[in-house]
């Protein structure tokens, strides 16, 4: 899979969860200080995207990952 | 002791000093007695009278002459060494010796009592069906039994028998200050007993009870409080302004600054300040620091209030006849609110207002919180909280409680066979509903409680992880002191059991982890009068807390041999290396999530109002002046260094059982 492509899929599920537009998600942004991810967000978030990539991330280091850019290198690590 | 007459030259001393009696042939006295230090007293009906010489302590550094003075003393006996001065009425009473009783309206026996054992209260249900006689011997597993246990009729019914039968003990029309008590500054108290070494000072009005206390564990009344038809036990205060109606304090419990409590069970370690209690069963270490926090009809232990956390037990129907649990260990946020009846699974925080009867009882260490006016639950999130951890750690070194006898049980292992066979149940009701939860659904509701579908695997994944550190950890335990030459033999001789007590269900009996088949046959005991009286009672269900390694080990061993699915004892070399490698992974990976949770404390979000007429930089130097740096916090290092032993362990295990292998 294209980086952009899980980049995009990254964005259309953070939009979902935390319930914004897609086009208020910046590559850089992070999730907690410029998205307003709660903890129970964030839980929401890796839940997210392990359906939507079909895979099964550690979960202690998913937690560590603090931004969009970020979380695409961290789930491309497992394509 | 021996008691003669007053002599005429007595009692010719005594009236210079201002003393008058009914009956001086009424008043007899020890043989070393003297008239000197008595003045200024009246006396009526029956007294005796012990030695009024020296001095006693009546606070520290403050030296008292033994005697009596100033006072009316009605039908008593009065010991060797007491000072008793300013005591409007005193009748009806013992008083030991080493007692200080100054400045006291009224100290008065008027019929014969119990003492407020015996006294019943309506707690967890405030329309009745629970109650509960209270009595000085009550302990927290005995309440949770004959309050909850109601299914059981002829154990209920026996069980009363024997409360019933001790409150009668206490009977009596004449009431005890014991030895060492001390009593000053206080309006009146009316058909209570003072126990040893007991403080009541400034309090307003105390009206049939015991002030339970001993040497180690001095009780304390203090100023303001007004208490009804109480029992308060030792090593507690009860002060500024409390009020107590058909209330039990048990051990180590700290209440004041206007608490209000009616109806009302608190056991060991419990604090309580500032809000209100009504039919409230609150288990050991239930606390509750807030104005506006009310607690009504319910369940809990373990438990720290949220200010304005609040409970509604009626539905405008039949009554105020709904209860809630809350299992060990939950909390409320501020102004959480709960439509009773509910359930609230063990370490689960509750946030937001929750209209919805749900039961969590089945999702231990989760999240309930409220989304657009609905209640959901985020199962397992609680595992990998800081406070969760804090929590489990610090209970156990704020046991206050320094009487010798301690009465209520008290486990705190976090995890358990309880709290692990609830993760184990857990995981599989995920797992069905999971299965059977379409994609198209954003949410699934269980026991009237939405659970995200998303989170169904999630959570699923979390609980795993504890129960693989749960058993690792048993296993590792139980490895340890092994030589460097044991053979695989004799380490699974290390994890033999010698029965099966202990296998199949768990309870919680309000502190005490058991067997549910070890309270089976408590009960039956109860009922086939094998247990006789609240003593042997005790002594039962104290076999059971001392057993309770040995019951935990045969369930451990029972729940990884259905993993393995061999017996323990027959485990091989590669399943043992296997467990360990799990644990040092979920533990090392659990500790990680935590250290992380504990970060958020000091991230640039916490820092806010810090520095308050200064830049960034005076932010940063006040914060941490103030909240320390966080790779320097006591937690933080102490759970590091736990991650490099739990490493350090199980490299050494994996390493020694693969030479073996």
């Known amino acids: 899979m294209q980086i952009e492509e899980v980049k995009t899929r990254v964005k259309k599920v953070t939009a979902e969860v935390l319930e914004m537009n897609v086009s208020e998600i910046a590559d850089n ?51 | 002791m021996a008691y003669r007459s007053l002599k005429q030259e007595e009692i010719g001393i005594l ?90 309206g009224s100290l008065v026996v008027t019929e014969e009592s119990t003492f407020g054992n015996g006294i019943e209260i309506e707690v967890l249900n405030e329309g009745g069906g629970r109650e509960l006689p209270i009595f000085n011997k009550l302990s927290s597993q005995v309440a949770y039994l004959m309050v909850l246990y109601r299914h059981d009729k002829d154990f209920t019914h026996k069980l009363l028998d024997m409360i019933r039968d001790y409150a009668e003990t206490k009977r009596s029309g004449m009431g005890r200050i014991e030895s060492g008590a001390r009593i000053n500054d206080t309006l009146i108290i009316r058909n209570v007993n003072v126990g040893p070494y007991a403080k009541i000072s400034g309090a307003c009005l105390l009206e049939v009870g015991s002030v339970n206390s001993c040497k180690e564990a001095p009780a304390i009344i203090g100023e303001g409080v007004i208490a009804k038809k109480f029992i308060v036990l030792s090593g507690s205060s ?104 509910c359930i609230v699974g063990a370490y689960t925080v509750v946030m937001g207002k929750h209209y919805s009867n749900f039961d969590t009882a089945d999702f231990p260490f989760s999240y309930i919180t409220e989304e657009k006016g609905k209640s959901e639950l985020t199962p397992a999130m609680n595992i990998f909280t800081v406070g969760t ?17 301690k009465l209520d049980l008290i486990h705190f292992d976090l995890f358990n066979p309880y709290i692990v066979g609830k993760i184990v149940n857990g995981i599989n009701i995920l797992n069905e509903l999971a299965e059977k939860t379409p994609r198209t659904q954003d949410y699934v509701n269980y026991r009237n409680i939405n659970i995200h579908r998303l989170l169904l695997k999630t959570s699923r994944k979390y609980y795993e992880m504890a129960l693989k550190v749960y058993i690792g950890q048993e296993i590792t335990r139980r490895m340890d002191g092994i030589t460097s030459n044991a053979s695989m033999v004799e380490i699974r001789k290390n994890f033999k059991t010698a029965d099966k007590e202990g296998t199949g269900k768990w309870v919680d009996i309000c502190g005490l ?23 042997e009672l005790n002594e039962k269900l104290t076999g059971i807390y001392n057993n309770y390694e040995k019951y935990a080990w045969v369930w451990c061993a029972d729940l990884i041999g259905r993993q393995i699915g061999s017996e323990l004892d027959k485990i091989t070399v590669e399943s043992l290396i296997q467990i360990i490698s799990d644990w040092k992974t979920n533990a090392v990976k659990l500790n990680n999530m935590i250290l992380k949770d504990g970060e958020k404390e000091f991230d640039a979000g916490s820092k806010l109002g810090f520095g308050i007429d200064g ?38 295990y994996i390493a020694f059982l693969e030479k073996l292998g």
């Open chain 2, 389 to 405: 951890r804090r929590d489990s750690e610090k209970w156990p070194t704020r046991d206050k409680r320094k009487d010798p006898d």
């Open chain 2, 15 to 104: 009236v210079s000093q201002g003393c008058f009696a009914d009956q001086w042939s009424d008043i007899s006295v020890t043989d070393d007695f003297s008239s000197n230090t008595i003045r200024n007293t009246r006396f009526e009906g029956k007294i005796k009278l012990g030695i009024s010489s020296g001095t006693v302590e009546a606070a520290k550094g403050i030296l008292k002459k033994c005697g009596i003075f100033n006072s009316h003393i009605q039908h008593c006996e009065i010991s060797d060494r007491v000072h008793i001065s300013e005591v409007k009425n005193l009748s009806n009473y013992i008083v030991e010796e080493n007692v200080v009783i100054e400045n006291v």
């Open chain 2, 238 to 341: 009860v002060d500024s302004g409390a009020m107590i109606d058909r209330t039990f304090v048990g051990q180590g419990v700290k209440m004041g600054k206007q608490y209000s409590a009616e109806n009302t069970l608190f056991f060991a370690n419990c604090e309580a300040f500032h809000g209100e209690a009504c039919s409230l069963f609150a288990g050991p270490y239930t606390v509750t620091h807030h104005k506006s926090t009310l607690m009504i009809a319910s369940l809990f232990s373990f438990f720290n209030g949220g200010s304005g956390t609040n409970q509604s037990n009626h539905m405008y129907k039949l009554g105020p006849v709904h209860q809630g649990i809350l299992e060990r260990g939950s909390k409320t946020g501020s102004f959480a609110y709960l439509l009773l009846p």
């Open chain 2, 615 to 652: 830049d960034t930089h005076t932010r940063d130097m006040d914060f941490q002046a103030v909240r320390g740096v966080y790779e320097e916090n006591r937690f933080v290092l102490g759970l590091k260094k736990e991650t490099g032993a739990i490493e350090e362990k199980a490299d050494r």
């Open chain 1, 29 to 79: 942004a992070n999730f907690v200080t410029d998205l307003g991810a709660t903890s129970l967000q964030s839980i929401r978030l890796v839940a997210g995207f392990e359906e939507e990539f079909n895979i099964e991330m550690d979960e202690d280091k998913s937690l560590q990952v603090q931004t969009v850019s970020e979380a695409v290198t961290f789930i491309n690590t497992y394509l």
């Open chain 2, 513 to 535: 982890f058991a067997p549910a088949s070890k309270i089976d046959e408590l009960i039956n005991d109860v009922k086939s009068c094998t247990i006789k009286s609240i003593a």
